[in-house]
């Protein structure tokens, strides 16, 4: 019988505390899709709610509205607005989900990452290999919700094309602040602050009209939400006004995403392993 | 001993204010089955969490296989099993895929987990579930499963916490005579248990915990020898009738009270019977009995295990 020793780490990762990480996050992803095979049609569901939002919105209330402003000042239909918006809005709904509810449930009730700590696995390995999943998913979303716009005509640049990776690392900041902040969550009532937290960033970051209907001391607390540089970075690619301004927008996601990973494995390991 | 498989020493754990376990030496041998008896809050899982490298010790030295938990974690975790005392099988996915998955997390190959799950399937009589869901299983299938997961890895050391808990008899029986199939192969295993028979059926050597301590250490046999005696008359009086400790102690070695009952320890059930009745006390009940390890316990903790 052999037992492969864990692979040689990256030097980074041997700044982690001893043994929170066997460098095998992917079996965790493995298990996910091995779970996933039996559930794909709620997973399925998660496609249709932003189109139904761009249906609902795009077309019947767009109707209504006509155009707006694009990035660059040139008028955009309603839709074409909306869309990238919507698209930003879903990564985050996708990843927070994953990582708050569904890691909460394994780490509280099904104790299943007690289970694989009694393997060589680490709390790195947990957390990386969760929040993969929920940026799997998320991508899968991602992915989707372009086809339609494409479908639509709502994709006016090749730069687009990049929308679909941006959607991925907006996914992975927010799973790993999600994951993170599950850690220090105590009942399902604390979930409530998840919701108070999602929601009014999906209405209100300019995903369904411009920061420009707000007073500028709002404006101003707006642009310190996460979403709101998601819905800018969507909406600079799908409709091509690229600028270097939007390399900012990355930079907030990264670090973001570095943050919640840290806190998140390390909450994970002192909550595990006491 | 030197170079078994643990090996404790002055083994300490602190969760703040409250020390669990407070001390103590353990030495376990290479293939021997090795007991932790103990009531609730003696410190048994503790120590097992601390053998199994998810829980860093407070003081003291330990070593696992050969290794410092606290360095090697991962490494120690490679090589051992761990049945926890609660069952946290994965419910999303099917039995056989319990095993496959598990197996992944060691490193396996994808090959080589596929043919050690129908392997363990076979041993823990599960081939016909093989493709069901976990949460339909009975309470002893999944106790199976548990354990069946644990040993994926072909582990050198088996940690049990509890292993019977919850279950019925015969389920309990085909696990002990699961338990004994793997101690013939070699596997080395330490459990925790709450169940004096099971300890008699199961345990080469073990040791009592009270209070995060180590109050007595042997083999069934010399902590029944030592700490009871040979043989115990139950007496169950009258609540009106029930004489003093006093008035039973001359007639034998040791009387303990229960609340229901009266035990008598002595050398000599029968003799101990009739002198009592001499004394002119009457019983309700009375039973002569060998003592077991539950005698032992009652003496080391000064409460029954029911608690």
Redesign the interface.
């Known amino acids: 019988?052999t037992?492969?020793d864990?692979p040689r780490l990256p030097v980074l990762v041997r700044l982690l505390p001893?043994?929170s990480y066997?460098g095998?996050s992917r079996?965790l992803l493995?298990?996910s899709a091995?779970?996933a095979r039996?559930?794909w049609l709620v997973i399925l569901s998660g496609f249709a709610e932003p189109v139904f939002y761009l249906i609902a919105m795009g077309a019947g209330l767009g109707s209504l509205v006509g155009s707006l402003p694009g990035p660059d000042g040139v008028p955009i239909s309603y839709a074409a607005f909306i869309a990238p918006g919507l698209l930003a809005a879903s990564a985050m709904n996708g990843a927070v989900f994953d990582s708050t509810f569904n890691v909460f449930f394994k780490l509280r009730h099904?104790?299943?990452y007690?289970?694989?700590?009694?393997?060589?696995?680490?709390p790195v390995d947990i957390a990386l290999g969760e929040i993969g999943w929920a940026l799997l998913r998320g991508g899968l979303y991602a992915s989707g919700f372009l086809t339609v716009m494409a479908v639509a005509g709502l994709l006016t640049s090749p730069w687009a094309l990049l929308a679909l990776p941006a959607a991925l690392l907006v996914a992975f900041a927010f799973a790993a602040v999600g994951m993170a902040a599950t850690s220090f969550m105590r009942s399902w009532q604390d979930f409530d602050l998840v919701t108070l937290a999602v929601l009014p960033m999906f209405l209100f970051a300019t995903t369904f009209f411009p920061l420009s209907v707000y007073p500028r001391w709002l404006q101003l607390v707006v642009e310190c939400l996460p979403l709101f540089h998601a819905v800018e970075l969507m909406r600079g690619l799908t409709t091509g006004v690229v600028h270097l301004g939007l390399l900012g927008h990355l930079a907030y996601f990264v670090v973001m995403a570095l943050i919640g990973l840290a806190v998140a494995g390390r909450r994970l390991g002192a909550l595990?392993?006491? | 001993m030197a170079d078994g498989p643990v090996q404790a020493r002055g083994l300490r754990k602190r969760f703040g204010e409250f020390e669990a376990v407070r001390g103590i030496d353990v030495d376990v041998a290479q293939g021997e089955v090795f007991g932790f008896l103990g009531p609730n809050g003696a410190g048994k899982s503790s120590t097992m969490r601390m053998i199994a490298c998810v829980s860093p010790r407070s003081d003291g030295t330990l070593q696992v296989l050969g290794l410092d938990p606290d360095l090697q974690g991962p490494r120690i975790r490679a090589r051992i099993g761990v049945v926890p005392q609660q069952d946290n099988l994965d419910n999303e996915l099917t039995v056989r895929e319990n095993l496959e998955i598990y197996g992944r997390y060691f490193g396996l190959s994808r090959r080589h987990v596929k043919a050690r799950a129908a392997e363990l399937l076979e041993f823990a009589q599960l081939t016909e579930r093989a493709d069901d869901a976990v949460e339909p299983l009975s309470g002893g299938m999944k106790r199976r499963l548990t354990i069946a997961r644990s040993l994926v890895n072909d582990p050198e050391l088996l940690l049990l916490d509890e292993p019977t808990t919850g279950l019925d008899p015969q389920a309990r029986h085909l696990l002990w005579e699961r338990l004994y199939q793997l101690k013939r192969r070699g596997v080395t295993q330490i459990i925790t248990t709450h169940y004096m028979d099971e300890a008699e059926q199961l345990c080469d050597r073990l040791v009592v915990m009270d209070g995060g301590l180590i109050v007595a250490e042997g083999t069934p046999a010399e902590l029944i020898r030592r700490w009871a005696g040979r043989e115990v008359v139950e007496l169950r009086f009258l609540p009106e009738r029930r004489p003093s400790v006093a008035e039973l102690e001359p007639h034998v070695d040791r009387v303990e009270e229960l609340p229901d009952r009266v035990l008598l320890y002595t050398s000599d059930g029968e003799a101990a019977q009739s002198a009592v009745h001499r004394a002119g006390l009457r019983p309700e009940s009375a039973l002569v009995r060998r003592s077991t390890l539950e005698d032992v316990f009652l003496r080391l903790t000064g409460r029954t295990l029911v608690d």
Do not use: E, F, H, Q
């Open positions: 019988m037992l492969a864990p001893a043994g066997a095998r079996m493995l298990r091995t779970a039996r559930t099904s104790k299943l007690d289970a694989m700590l009694a393997t060589p696995l680490g595990l392993l006491r």
